[in-house]
């Protein structure tokens, strides 16, 4: 048998090999050696901010085109059936006086005939559509973020724009998506690996203490994995041993997501699989709370594992979404009352998504998870900002549902979302008045001011 | 799309011509009616009662009243009804449409004057075309607190002052004894007359298709 030697064979080996090379070592420096030490270059935030300069190039032409055919606009994110303005009662009705006479009114302090628009209106409004505003007011246009999974407006993207978008295809899939996948196969690979291996040894403070770094290590390196750019607000509140720490829940990343910034003790069902095997090895490391299926539907029994985890002050916080399943990251819905129930101090968190840049909410019905995740991995980044937000205990004389409503409201408050409290309102109809009364105690502040001046006829 | 879409286009074409609404809107509307009647065909006042935002509102009353008042209905007639069907739902409601984006004077003039019959309608609870002093203070009482920072005497005061303003710019010669009747229709368009209602008193639709994503089992 005769080898063929071509020399450009040859160049070509030594091209691929010299490439591969310079891409692990890049991928080594920057990307997994900050994961073990939980440092960062900044690589990623540099990233987003010229993403966002981007999509705003893109939005403005968009704007343009429509303009010039003089048509409406979809907002995709939104789903009000009306636009509502953040504004306040004081606010309104001194825009409504202002449009009407033509005196100088700078106080807001005197009854208005026309005051009576801005009650009618928002009536009319709460009849119209009576969940709450979104943050941010749904008229101006979200910037399309080049996924065309994502925008609704394709008739008036020009050439140019077309362009930019085939460009950031390219990117994505050919470049990001093969990066990212091979950092995740390592990350979990790792993880897998190196918990086994601390699992063998003895029980002790070593052990606990490698078993945090091991797993703070894996989880940041899925955090690049999905390029997951993550503000931490309040750090000093983070959840501590013997606590329960609760969140919102709007997709499966949620837990690297916290994770790596913490070390927490899992709670879930024992899946089949390759999910199966990674929960396997976590628990050889550290205590983590896996249920049998069948155990899942007996609450006693859960409840008193959870318990026993909680009282046991060396073991690692508990990680729980009460929520149960994943919602769109607009509003917090009902809680489940059982974690609530054991008694321990709970720790909120609060996790909310930049919806600029892709849509990280999993919708189970739709797409299964592995579409889900390259999905994910084939979107520019994930953009997330968490809360800690203080530590709440339960009450004297509070029970378990309320306790659990009073830490949803505290999250929905700070996460910006809305706290989807009312169930039938048969509960609330002693509260209706005292909100009826609210208003109206508003209003009439702002004219008590020249109550003195008037004159009595 | 296709077939079925052409068939809810024939259904609505009329709603769509007298209420100016577009078919998106109006579909939503229907959505919206539907949970808020618990998928009958009619709302009664418990219903709208029970919206929770509405709560908060000091004229609540009056706003319920006046999607069941028959005058908000652009036909002559007067009185109130028990129950409203989705028809007389999205007429009250096109009260408050905005105005497209090409509209001509005339039609923006003809739209003010619904808005500001709408908002007499809600004064004028007898339905005898004229606000008196009695109805306007009731409406004054129910803006401001009962228990608040203005009391009882101090809102009936503010009641009769606005009264005695619209009083004096409308019927300027009016002798010290002379009982003022009440406000009339076009007094009360003399008294708003630089009002921009165009922007105040109308709600922003999205036009987006409003049906939202849930994951795992759908519940509403």
New interface residues.
Partial sequence: MELFFNPFDNLVCILLGISFTVWFTLLLVFIIVPAIFGVSFGIRRLYMKSLLKIFEWATLRIERGAKEKNHQLYKPYSNAIIAKEPTSLEEEIKEIRRSGSNRDLDSASEFEMSDIFYFARRGVESIMDDEVTKRFSAEELESWNLLTRSNYNFQYISMRLTVLWGLGLLIRYGILLPLRVTLAFTGVGLLVFLTSVIGLLPNGRIKNFLSQKVHLMCYRICVRALTAIITYHDSENKPKNGGICVANHTSPIDVIILASDGCYAMVGQIHGGLMGVIQKSMVKACPHIWFERSEVKDRHLVAKRLSDHVEDKSKLPILIFPEGTCINNTSVMMFKKGSFDIGATVYPVAIKYDPRFGDAFWNSSKFGMVNYLLRMMSSWAIVCSVWYLPPMSREEGEDAVQFANRVKAAIARQGGLVDLLWDGGLKRAKVKDTFKEEQQKLYSKMLVGTQEDRSRS | MGASQTRSESVYQELMDKTGFSLEQIK??KK?FLH?SGNEETISREN?D???????????KQ?IEA?FDKRNQRSSEVGHLEEIGFEQFVMV?SH?RPPA?RTSVEEREVMRKEKLQ??FN?HDTDNDGVITLVEYRK??E?????????GHE?AR??A???M?E?ASTNVPDMAPDDFYEGITFEHFEQ??K????E??????????D?S???????TS
């Fill in positions: 939503n509307l919206r808020l709208l029970a919206i929770p935002a509405l709560a908060n509102n000091p004229i609540r706003i999607f409601m408050f984006l709408f908002l809600m409406v004054v129910e803006l401001l607190s009962k228990s608040g920072a203005i101090a005061a503010i009769d002052a606005a005695l619209v008294i708003l630089g009002l921009e209602m922007s105040r008193m109308h709600i922003r639709f999205l036009d987006v409003t939202t994503m849930r994951c795992g089992k759908s």
